[in-house]
């Protein structure tokens, strides 16, 4: 695993490396979202989970920001 959170509390680094990639902005902190800034290689999966068991349908971008 390369990380887990429960939301991305408006993280300076997050928002500067999204801004960068042209993601859409996300401008409350508060958003029950994930937001994550690591770096990846090979071949990878992205899973995810309610906080408590919960289910429903999940979204995931990814964006390679290493040449900005």
């Not at 508060?30 to 429903?56: I, N």
């Amino acid at each position: 695993m390369l990380g887990a959170n429960q939301g991305w509390a408006g993280n300076a680094l997050i928002t500067a490396a999204a801004n960068a990639a042209g993601a859409f902005p996300w401008t409350s902190p508060s958003q029950p979202r994930l937001r994550a800034l690591t770096s990846l290689a090979g071949g990878l999966y992205c899973r995810s989970a309610g906080q408590s068991g919960d289910t429903g349908m999940a979204l995931a971008e990814v964006y390679d920001v290493t040449s900005l």
